[in-house]
């Protein structure tokens, strides 16, 4: 027990233990932990010498009275509210602060406004995990990266450093945490500016955006605080396939409200229509009938696009494409990209339509053809096929002249004539006929040469007597040729005057027979034949000559006098 009391009475000396501990830490008087107002009376190196107005003055470094980086403006006379740390340190000195001042006052100033739910000011100045850090006046609150924007933002540089408006989200004193958000702020600027928008709203109106969205079909273009549709093809005149082309993210662009819906709050943009038309006047500056270039900005199963200038398009149809590929894909003949010389064959200006055609601008390769070779000019080609009626010969890269089986030799029969080619074989024809409008080349091969014919087809006139050569016997008659050169036909019922002679198997090939002359087709170098016309016409000749009706001669008997009397001129001959 003596030993406890020992510990419970006065040291020597006369001090207590309380004593000695407030000699150590400075005496409590309860100006620790609160704000109090003071004067600078000088400044000190890195120090100002603060009088509070108790025992002794205090020392508060320069540095607290200016944000970082920045030169402290503080100087000898300025009043200045500290944070009182301690009454008295071991020194004997009161421990001030001026940031920890600022805080307590920020601190007192935020939990007002969280309560009223006002904005506060704060500055953006450093970077954390999830987010940035902001100065409020003293106290440093938390914005997470989600509520720095009302949409995501790339860079923040240029928000850093530049004073602001916040909302508190939260606030913990006793933790010293405190959560703000810009985006809030942003978002109820904006129901007041879209409420503003809407109500003065009007088509025709012309306002400045945002690009916030690109889509396949437009763009979202934020108006502040309301967005409207920027549809694809109200972009440009000029055709777009995907709004990329032209727009990107966070662009400024220049619009005009084209459609209003005020129930649904619909907005319909254009940027075209702050553009000059080009479709105004495009008639005369497109003439029917003239030639331009264009380039292939899209191709269909029907044709392909061609622009003429920004704005102006014009379709070339599948069938204007070219004057020999024919039911070929237009992709298969020109390529998007692609500059190409067009003709206009016409414009509707108010449907906006111009017709284009590219063959035309080309030249009609079977005009062009025709101004080179016309008919009774040589040509020489590669046979490039073989059908059954003749020979298709190449004359030009994608044009083919046809050679009819008739037209390969003057003698010899089409079909037979027609085995002596092969395809792939050079072969010389002259230009019969050029067919521009059926795009039809006519050759022919045997005309290289002169017709042998042509010199009996003259002489020989219906009814004349010729002397020929049997030479094929058929069912139906037989053929014969005349002077070796000639075709002649003798059917069956013209071989004789008597019905039981007109027999073909009566002749032999290579016989030796006179017939008369009944018709000349000098078309088809054919002569059609009878010998029973012949005989007949002899019968009555004679008749005439050697007997009447009433001598009592006979048939025979005339006949044969007949007979004598052209032997015997002939003898004398």
């Known amino acids: 027990m003596a030993h406890a009391d020992s510990l419970s009475t006065t040291p020597a000396g006369g001090e207590d233990f309380a004593a000695l501990l407030d000699a150590t830490l400075g005496a409590d008087t309860g100006f620790a932990g609160s704000v109090v ?76 406004a969280f309560n009223a739910q006002q904005r506060v000011n704060g500055v953006i100045f450093g970077r954390v995990k999830g987010g940035f850090t902001v100065d409020l006046g003293g106290a440093v609150a938390f914005l997470p990266g989600s509520q720095v924007d009302i949409r995501p933002v790339r860079d923040v540089g240029p928000l850093m450093g530049s004073p602001q408006p916040f909302q508190i989200l939260k606030m913990d004193r006793a933790r010293g945490n405190i959560v703000v958000s810009r985006r809030a702020v942003l978002e109820e600027t904006r129901a007041e500016q879209r409420s503003e928008l809407i109500q003065g709203l009007k088509e025709g109106m012309i306002l400045d955006g945002v690009v ?30 995907h709004p990329s082309e032209a727009l990107t993210i966070g662009q400024q662009v220049r619009v005009q ?87 206009i064959l016409d414009v509707d200006e108010p449907k906006r339509r111009i017709s284009l055609g590219l063959k035309q601008a080309q030249g009609n ?48 029969p089409g079909e037979q004539a027609m085995a002596d080619y092969k395809k792939g074989d050079i072969v010389k024809a002259k230009v019969l006929d050029v067919d521009v409008e059926k795009e039809r080349i006519s050759l022919g091969i045997k005309q290289l040469q ?60 290579g016989e030796k027979v006179d017939a008369k002359v009944t018709a000349v087709d000098r078309a088809a170098r054919r002569l059609a034949l009878t010998i029973k016309g012949k005989e007949v016409e002899e019968e009555r000749e ?22 004598r009397r052209r032997n015997q001129m002939a003898g004398d001959e």
Request: glycine share 10%; hydrophobic share 40%; charged share 30%.
């Open 37 to 112: 107002t003071g004067k600078v009376v000088r400044i000190d190196d890195d120090f100002a010498v603060v009088d509070v107005g108790l025992k002794s003055e205090g020392r508060v470094p320069l540095k607290e009275f200016a944000p970082q980086g920045q030169k402290p403006e503080v100087k000898a006379g300025d009043t200045v509210e500290l944070f009182v740390e301690r009454y008295e340190d071991k020194d004997g000195s009161i421990v001030l602060s001026r940031e920890k001042a600022r805080r307590e006052e920020a601190w007192t100033n935020l939990e007002k």
């Open 212 to 241: 916030k969205n690109i889509t396949d079909y437009g763009a979202f273009v934020d108006l502040g605080g309301v967005d409207g549709l920027l549809h694809v093809t109200d972009i440009a005149w000029r055709r777009i396939n």
């Open 257 to 343: 409200v084209i459609r209003f819906n005020p129930e649904t709050q619909r907005i319909s943009l254009g940027m075209k229509q702050l553009m000059s038309d080009p479709w105004e006047g495009v008639s005369i500056k497109y003439p029917v009938g003239a030639k331009f270039s264009g380039r292939v900005t899209n191709i269909t199963d029907y044709g392909a696009f061609v622009e003429l200038e920004p704005g102006v398009e014009g379709l070339v149809h599948v069938s204007e494409m070219s004057w020999t590929k024919k039911n070929v894909h237009p992709g298969k003949i020109v390529a998007t990209s692609q500059e190409v010389d067009v003709m």
């Open 365 to 412: 390769p079977w005009e062009l053809f025709l101004e080179a070779h016309g008919p009774g000019s040589i040509v020489e080609g590669e046979i490039r096929n073989i059908t059954e009626f003749g020979l298709f010969v190449g004359l030009a890269p994608e044009i083919d002249g046809m050679v009819h089986m008739s037209d390969l030799s003057w003698d010899v």
């Open 450 to 509: 002169a017709d042998p014919a042509a010199e009996v087809l003259d002489r020989v006139r219906k009814g004349d007597v010729v002397t020929c050569i049997v030479t094929k016997v058929e069912q139906n008659g037989i053929e014969v040729k005349v002077e070796e050169v000639l075709t002649g036909f003798i059917r069956r019922a013209e071989l004789a005057r008597d019905r039981g002679d007109q027999r073909p198997d009566k002749f032999a090939i």
């Open 542 to 563: 004679a008749m005439k000559e050697y007997g009447t009706t009433d001598s009592g001669a006979s048939l025979g008997d005339i006949l044969g006098a007949a007979i």
